[in-house]
């Protein structure tokens, strides 16, 4: 248990560090040096068009999208898992409204909310349709580098 601490320990502090070096305008340590992409905040991005979704999901090298409603009940069962992945992991995620953003739902293929929509380097790496617990949630970014 004592290393799983100290793993969450070490990503907090690297998370601090990240945002204090985004505050100060300085260049992120051990990120990607191609200038592609940026480090994952720490909250969800809550998608306002999608325009925004494309810049999301182009901006950083693994993204989470959740696609969701309002009135989904295992949406919102979801939802703090999803937060808690945005802390601790270097993934991004996005929250998509379903019914504000039809169009985007129909693009990936949506057909029942909750659905995760894995983006690793701007491309669909991987699909999910339904609640899943946090720890499967975190191997499947790790999978795809977003550790």
């Keep these: 248990m004592s290393e799983s601490s100290e793993n969450l320990d070490d990503i907090r502090?690297?998370?601090r560090q990240e945002i204090q070096q985004r505050l100060?305008?300085?260049a992120?340590?051990?990120g990607s040096q191609d200038g592609g992409s940026q480090a994952?905040?720490?909250e969800p991005i809550h998608i306002r068009d999608p325009g925004h979704f494309e810049e999301v999901t182009a901006s950083y090298d693994v993204v989470l999208?959740?696609?969701y409603a309002d009135?989904?009940?295992p949406c919102k069962m979801l939802e703090p898992i999803v937060e808690e992945l945005a802390r601790e992991t270097d993934a991004a995620m996005a929250k998509v409204d379903v019914d504000q953003f039809q169009g985007l739902a129909q693009q990936y293929r949506v057909q029942g909310?909750?659905?995760m929509v894995l983006f690793a380097d701007g491309e669909v790496a991987e699909r999910i349709v339904g609640v899943r617990e946090?720890?499967?949630l975190a191997q499947l970014i790790e999978r795809h580098g977003g550790a």
């Design 24 to 26: 100060s305008g300085e």
């Design 134 to 136: 946090k720890h499967n």
């Design 40 to 42: 994952a905040p720490d």
């Design 65 to 67: 999208a959740d696609f």
């Design 28 to 30: 992120p340590s051990g």
């Design 13 to 15: 502090e690297r998370k």
């Design 113 to 115: 909310v909750p659905t």
């Design 71 to 73: 009135w989904c009940g």
